[in-house]
């Protein structure tokens, strides 16, 4: 297996692709983004081992983000890779019109419900466009689910559901050098921690969704995990567990903006965490703030008002592991 460093100045990080050799098959886990230099980057990264798109037999992808399936239309084109995503990213990684029409009334329905700027809005709305255009080209796809087994360059690959940062995102675990390893996408990431809420509109109860899949991946006591940007993860129960960490005191975070400053509505209490927001970040700001908030209503520590969110009367009595 090789890793492919890809520059990425259109999101946060740069990418990883991976290269799978084996000695009937080639295979890819992701791709960058459909922008010419990260093309010409993967391409030469992919001659080093003399290959070409062409000689690319399947494509594996993470999850629907453009950063991650921009290329996958270009190496299919090139050869007829066979590209696999979970069923649940399928519909916008093949550009379903319907698919893409349900995601932008999501966007402006949420939006409107976090009470975004309109100067905001226009900045944003324009960024997401940006992104559409570097996803690439359409891409049929073979849809994978939850225990399904590739067999895939040198690699037998188990795909481990963990929806969150998107609702298809997975992981495909195998047999490694270090023990149970797994190219993880955006599930677990090394420096930052991965946007919940904003990422994927799709994703219901996306807080718990996310916390769902981090303590499943917690318990299962991987031994390596590749990520979608930067370095390998040699500790990542321990990274799993700095997460949850993470959103724990978010939460509290949370419940202190909105003891001082409530009733407000997710785009105040976005601001009074993150402060000015820009580009991609108008999205995920107060995306992960409502995912917060939505949580801490499942909870009934937060109720919904004309006047925006406040905290309940009991709520210091109900406020006791929530992550």
């Not at 990264?45 to 290329?71: C, K, M, N, Q, Y």
């Not at 324009?126 to 360059?153: K, Q």
């Amino acid at each position: 297996m090789h890793r492919i460093s890809l520059g990425n100045t259109e999101f946060e990080g740069r990418n990883n692709a991976y290269l799978l050799l084996g000695e009937d098959s080639t295979a890819i886990v992701d791709t960058g983004v459909a922008t010419p230099t990260t093309r010409e980057q993967l391409e030469d990264g992919l001659a080093e081992h003399g290959v070409t798109f062409s000689d690319i037999d399947a494509v594996v992808l993470t999850h629907w983000h453009a950063d991650h399936v921009g290329l996958a239309g270009a190496i299919q084109d090139a050869g007829g890779a066979t590209v696999y995503i979970h069923e649940a990213d399928a519909p916008i990684v093949r550009q379903d019109p319907a698919a893409l029409e349900e995601l932008r009334d999501i966007q402006e329905r949420r939006f409107d419900e976090w009470d975004m700027p309109e100067d905001k809005r226009a900045e944003l709305l324009n960024r997401l466009d940006m992104g559409f255009a570097i996803a690439g080209d359409p891409v049929e796809v073979d849809t994978v689910t939850e225990g399904d087994r590739l067999e895939v360059g040198d690699r037998q690959l188990e795909v481990v559901h963990a929806p969150g940062h998107t609702s298809g995102l997975s992981l495909f675990a195998f047999d490694g050098e270090a023990g149970r390893e797994a190219f993880v996408g955006d599930a677990v990431l090394p420096v930052y921690t991965p946007n919940v809420g904003g990422a994927d509109l799709r994703v219901e109860q996306p807080l718990a969704t996310y916390l769902e899949t981090l303590h499943r991946l917690e318990s299962a006591d991987y031994d390596r995990f590749w990520p979608g940007h930067r370095d390998v993860i040699d500790e990542p129960t321990e990274r799993v567990r700095t997460i949850i960490d993470h959103h724990r005191d978010r939460t509290e975070r949370v419940i202190e903006v909105l003891a001082e400053h409530g009733p407000a509505n997710a785009w105040t209490v976005s601001d009074h965490l993150f402060g000015e927001l820009n580009g991609i970040h108008i999205l995920h700001g107060p995306g992960e703030s409502f995912a917060h908030i939505d949580h801490l209503i499942t909870h009934g520590i937060v109720e919904s008002t004309p006047e925006g969110f406040r905290l309940v009367e009991d709520a210091d009595a109900r406020i006791a592991d929530l992550v």
